[in-house]
């Protein structure tokens, strides 16, 4: 027997289901009960099992001691079965049961959530479920369908036409004009059942994967702004001065050559390794950073790609950035798109790998708006000791140690990885200030006194808080003149 799977035989043919997980209750559940009603012992672990009793239990006849023998090897048949389909993990939950019965009540009690609080979180959870773009249909149909039959084993029932709105509710953006159609046609109430409502998403969801199986990536090659495609002339020619290829003697900054002195001056002082780095990410920038760019509608700006081609991480969002630089180099490829990398620095990447969130931190990272989608270099996190496994099916991260980091799905001939870039929250602030108020308005404010007043009160500061405009707003013969109110 695999450790992922159980299997056996009868006389109605054979069985295989999925371990019981932390995670796969109620499909478990649906099939276990499927075994155990063809073998005929489902009975065993229904709500009234109880072993047959005797009249007088001192002295069973010999018919009650028939019907004992056969409950308890059907029992024993049940909790073979329960057993064998339980993981390695979950078998602590069937500690101290003695009967199928006992074994199914102590998993649907630390499986199944009772009470008004597990309806109220299931029901938040179906209601607040939504898909981002470039999803899994089937697994988010998947994710719906169970928290229903949740709902229902709690006897919280979910009709099938609030089920149809959630569904359509929960899907992204891209999918509105082809749902708010079906919508319109259907007037208030829909028409469709839910799996049919199923059928034709599926197959709209096949159709769209499928026409994104053909488009083409071009991949763009980063190069300093200015910089000629052509090698320089003396590129190979070798200096009799310094013997270094690349320019001639009478070009040389080194001592005793033609320019001896002019070359330029390293920087000196504390900051001295940090230039010197900043300078090396920039000549891996100009020399080759390659950007993919992706033809796929079905993938958003906030999609990660894995790419075996950039030897730099590329982010498009400018919020993303928990450390930036700014830089002004053109992205040119062998195709006629053009872009612009608009800066460099650190991004924090989230991964999710089952569930498990973990946290990279993408060093030098490239800043390219006009980027389709964010790019992780294979080369740069093979360089730190990880590991990248790729299947026909998707690819595992691995670090050092072995553990999965990360993981990703192949998405036409492109990976997109399960992760998304940690968003900075934008702050702001809100800074009230006085307002400078002129010498006639305090003039006003203080019962219409002379301005002479005033500026002595502001003079030897027998108030605080006169906050005034120059001198020169105050108006012709105010400060010998008090003038009269109108009443």
Known sequence: MSTDTTSGSSGSGGYKIELLKATNWMPWKRRMLAVLRDLGLEKYVAPDATIPGSAIPSNPTPEEEAAITRWRDGDAKARTRIELAVGDSEMVHLIGATTAREMWDQLTTVKESKGRLGVLATRRALYRATAEEGFEMVDHIFKLRQLQDELHTMGNLVSDEDFVMILITSLPESWDNYTSSYLGASGNKPQLRSHELIAILL??????????????????????????????????????????????????????????????????GPHRNKAKSAQEVNNTLNECAYMARNFNSELGKFDWLKDSGTTSHICNIRNA???????????????SVKATAKGRGTVIVNFDVDGTIFKHTLRNTIYVPEAENCLLSDGRFLQNGGQIIETKEGCLMKDSKGTTVGKGTLYGNLFRLHARAAILDQERTNVASSPKISWDQWHRRFGHISISALRRLNSEHLVNGLITVPIKSIRDGMLRVTCVPKF
């Open 203 to 268: 197959e709209e969801d096949r159709r769209r994967k499928g026409r994104s199986s053909n488009d083409i990536a071009h991949t763009l090659q980063a190069r300093e702004k200015g910089k000629p495609k052509n090698p320089k002339p003396d590129s190979d020619k070798e200096c009799f001065n310094c013997h270094k290829k690349g320019h001639m003697a009478k070009d040389c900054w080194a001592k005793g050559g033609g320019r001896e002195g002019q070359g330029p001056k390293g920087r000196r």
């Open 321 to 335: 950035f928990t450390e930036f630089h700014p830089i002004n180099e053109e992205i040119s490829g062998i195709s």
